[in-house]
């Protein structure tokens, strides 16, 4: 069983839309961080300015990792709808739970194959 047309341009539309904004919040945040800024290397600040660029250069990685995850999920699942194969879990090869999907459209596994993995 594979999804209609008119359903997987839909998910393709949204999966396309919130690659944007993932791209987008990636910017952003590059912009954001203290060690972006090429005159912090010349700037004389006191230690307590030091480790507050540092705390928040590291918050911003951590944000920067998360969403080249989410984007590396997003591009995934656009590439299972080119392949046909958008919707089918990667462990039993059965189809994902509709319901499950709309919550989660880049899942890789059903439900079951998700809880044996988390084990």
């Given at each position: 069983m594979k999804f209609p047309l008119n359903v997987l341009k839909k998910i393709t539309d949204h999966l396309?839309?919130?690659?944007?904004?993932?791209?987008?919040?990636?910017?952003?945040?590059?912009?954001?961080?203290?060690?972006?800024?090429?005159?912090?290397?010349?700037?004389?600040?006191?230690?307590?300015?030091?480790?507050?660029?540092?705390?928040?250069?590291?918050?911003?990685?951590?944000?920067?990792?998360?969403?080249?995850?989410?984007?590396?999920e997003i591009e995934q699942a656009l590439a299972r709808i080119k392949r046909g194969t958008y919707g089918r879990c990667l462990s039993c090869h059965k189809m994902i739970d509709t319901d499950r999907l709309a919550i989660k459209p880049t899942a890789l596994y059903c439900v079951e194959c998700e809880k044996k993995r988390e084990k």
């Amino acid at each position: 069983m594979k999804f209609p047309l008119n359903v997987l341009k839909k998910i393709t539309d949204h999966l396309n839309k919130e690659k944007s904004k993932v791209v987008s919040n990636m910017s952003s945040l590059k912009s954001q961080d203290p060690f972006s800024d090429p005159d912090r290397l010349n700037d004389n600040a006191a230690s307590d300015t030091d480790a507050k660029e540092e705390i928040s250069h590291e918050r911003m990685e951590a944000l920067e990792k998360e969403l080249r995850l989410h984007l590396e999920e997003i591009e995934q699942a656009l590439a299972r709808i080119k392949r046909g194969t958008y919707g089918r879990c990667l462990s039993c090869h059965k189809m994902i739970d509709t319901d499950r999907l709309a919550i989660k459209p880049t899942a890789l596994y059903c439900v079951e194959c998700e809880k044996k993995r988390e084990k």
